[in-house]
Every structure is written in structure tokens, then in C-alpha cells.
């Protein structure tokens, strides 16, 4: 079956380390996207692309960066930079015609 | 530029009752409209969807939603909530030559017994 795939599922940093957070997709979508989101909020978008070795910063893409050198690809990675890295991230894949195929998200804690 | 409200922030409703989940959007054109729903600590899955035609739109697990163009709304309605239909609900609005979709800020449903 088609979707999206986030790995890991949980994931603990130390202070002062860069983690990398897999997206996969399946869906032969173009545009992927990368949000936030901290409890009892809702989605913050980090960053996006539209095709492949092409991506746009969202509205909070200070820290993060990412990488687009495959159209199943959009891994994101959580820089030293990002002073409060703990949250929950979500994958996605899609247009705005159509919407969003999304993935099951990553937890990420700083230890 | 596009915007989507969702003015509840929480609801609480009894198991049994019927549920309406308020949704209002900013956009000049012909929207696309979106619901999602998401259950703690998973991703985002899509209930229904609203493109064109008829404004009733049926999505899965029984819910539905009708667009009111006069209103501009896109509410989400059930007749009778199942205690596993506590979630957090997300109404989105696209369009054509856009790049993303813009969300609502969610809307938390809790059920009692």
C-alpha cells in the first residue's frame, strides 16, 4: 500500500547533537512538507518542497534544515541551532488540490 | 491571502450525541476543503474532502460536512460520537496554484460516558 513512512518513532537527543529524522513516500507525490507541533498546538510548518532538489522555509525554519535529492526522500534534520528541539514532527506528502497523505510522526525529547 | 478559523478551541460532548465541529475560511476563490482527524500520538488522517458539486460531502466513519459558500464555512458534523471519536480535528483549505494548505488551529473533542 501507498503512504508515508517517518522514522524513528521516538527519538532522544543530547544537548548540543544534530538528529535526522527519515520521511520516505511511496506515493509519487512531488511536494513534501515538515511541521511542528507541541502539545495543545496545532501545525507549524518548518519546511517544504516541491520537487526534487528544490525546498522553501516554512514559518519556523530556524534550526532545522533539510535535504531533497530524491523525490521519495525529505529527511529532516534538528540542528545544535534549535534551543527547544522537543516535539512531535509530522511528515507529509501532497498539493492543496488534493491534500495530505501523512505520516505517523516522530516524537523527539531532549535528554 | 487564505486563512481557516476554527473558533472551538475544546468540546465536550456524551457519547450518543450528536457532534458539529465549526469551521471558518478566508479565501477569495473557489476553496478546497479539507477535515482531519488525529488520534493522540499519531499522524493526521483525512475524513473528507470538499472539491466541487454537491455541498453535502460523506467521509469515513460517519462523518459528514456541507459547505456553505454565503457562510463561508465548512463544518464537520456526526449524529451520534463514539467514545473513539475523541480526538483532535484539523480543517484545512486549499487551492489551485497554491503551494500548501493552510490549517486551522485543531479543534480537541473530548467524549464522556
Known amino acids: 500500500d501507498g503512504g508515508i513512512t517517518q522514522s524513528p518513532k521516538y527519538l532522544f537527543r543530547k544537548e548540543g547533537q544534530n538528529v535526522t529524522l527519515s520521511c520516505e513516500q511511496n506515493l509519487n507525490h512531488d511536494a513534501m512538507y515538515w511541521y511542528r507541533q507541541d502539545p495543545g498546538q496545532g501545525l507549524r510548518l518548518i519546511y517544504y518542497?516541491?520537487?526534487?532538489?528544490?525546498?522553501q522555509k516554512g514559518d519556523i525554519a530556524e534550526g532545522y534544515s533539510v535535504s531533497r535529492e530524491k523525490k521519495e526522500s525529505f529527511p529532516l534534520t534538528v540542528t545544535s541551532a534549535q534551543k527547544n528541539p522537543t516535539a512531535f514532527y509530522l511528515c507529509?506528502?501532497?498539493?492543496?488540490?488534493?491534500?495530505?497523505?501523512f505520516g505517523s510522526g516522530t516524537r523527539l525529547t531532549v535528554v | 491571502a487564505q486563512s481557516v478559523t476554527q473558533p472551538d478551541i475544546h468540546i465536550t460532548v456524551s457519547e450518543g450525541a450528536s457532534l458539529e465541529l465549526r469551521c471558518n475560511y478566508s479565501?477569495?476563490?473557489?476553496?478546497?476543503l479539507f477535515w482531519y482527524v488525529q488520534s493522540p500520538g499519531q499522524g493526521l488522517q483525512l475524513l473528507l474532502k470538499?472539491?466541487?458539486?454537491?455541498?453535502l460531502v460523506q467521509g469515513i466513519k460517519g462523518f459528514e460536512a456541507e459547505f456553505k459558500r454565503s457562510q463561508s464555512s465548512f463544518n464537520l458534523r456526526k449524529p451520534s460520537v463514539h467514545w473513539s471519536d475523541a480526538a483532535e480535528y484539523f480543517c484545512a483549505v486549499g487551492a489551485v496554484g497554491n503551494e500548501k494548505l493552510t490549517f486551522g488551529t485543531g479543534t480537541r473533542l473530548t467524549i464522556i460516558p
Open positions: 479565501y477569495g476563490a473557489t476553496p478546497y
Open positions: 470538499y472539491f466541487s458539486g454537491d455541498t
Open positions: 518542497s516541491q520537487i526534487v532538489n528544490d525546498f
Open positions: 507529509a506528502s501532497g498539493t492543496s488540490v488534493y491534500g495530505y497523505t
